[in-house]
Structure formats: C-alpha cells, structure tokens
C-alpha cells in the first residue's frame, strides 16, 4: 500500500526541523508531512552545527511515525544519504559521489548534503516519531 505524504512549502522559516516540531505539537495525530522552505535562518545540524541555508538549495524536513525500537532509526540517516545521492546521480551523469556516516553526502571534496535524524522520547526502545532534516546545497553545482 502506498503512503501518501502531505507537502508544505515555506518561504522563510528558521529551520524546518523546528517548524515541523512546532506544526506537530499543534496536532499530534499528523504523519507523512513534509515540510520544505526556500530559505532557513537559523538552520542546524548534527550537535548544533550551523547549516548555512541558501536560497534555490532544498530545505526540507519529513515526519514519520515508524513502527520500530530506537536502535533502527539511526539506519534512516544513512538510508536517506544514500538516496539523496543515487537521485543526484540520475539527475546528473559521471558524478562522483562519496558519503561520511552517519550523514555527510560529498561532491568533488565538497559536503554538499546533510541529514539529520530527530526522534520522540521512548518508552521500552519504541519511538514515537522521527523528523528526517535534509539540507541540500546543490544551487552551485
């Protein structure tokens, strides 16, 4: 069965991730929404690393309500790496393409991706709910 996702596009947010978080504490029946914005100003990575956030690059943030125990959802980071990367490959032939676990995707030296995993507190292993942050540079290549 196919899952259907609902999408929200933003102007200006100050992350995604945050703006999701808030969306979701509003209603905590949704699920499936993405989120993206044509401009973060407060945007952030892993350990509260600055992602610098550009208009015409992707800003998007994803909610899921999986069923699975936390020790599994560090596999979605790298999951999600692997994808952004195989779809930038079909967008743009001979590229080469390397990845930094958990969450770096690098282009000709350069990160040009990045993912960050945010989950609910859990109660036996089990979560509640994980955000998928990406941030993709790709306005300059």
């Not at 994803?62 to 079909?90: A, D, R, W, Y």
């Not at 709910?129 to 540079?137: D, K």
């Amino acid at each position: 069965m196919k899952k259907k996702y609902n999408l929200i596009n933003l102007k200006t947010v100050k992350s995604t991730n945050l703006e999701l978080k808030k969306l979701f504490s509003l209603n905590k029946s949704i699920n499936n929404l993405c989120l993206s914005a044509s401009n973060q100003t407060n945007g952030y990575g892993r350990r509260n690393n600055k992602w610098f956030s550009y208009n015409g690059n992707v800003h998007l943030s994803i909610l899921l309500k999986p069923k699975c125990k936390i020790n599994k959802v560090n596999q979605l980071s790298f999951m999600t790496s692997i994808s952004i990367g195989n779809t930038l490959k079909k967008i743009k032939n001979n590229i080469n393409i390397k990845y930094k676990w958990p969450n770096d995707i690098i282009l000709n030296k350069k990160k040009v991706a990045g993912v960050i995993i945010e989950t609910s507190s859990f109660v036996n292993r089990n979560i509640k709910w994980v955000i998928i942050g990406i941030g993709l540079n790709i306005k300059k290549y």
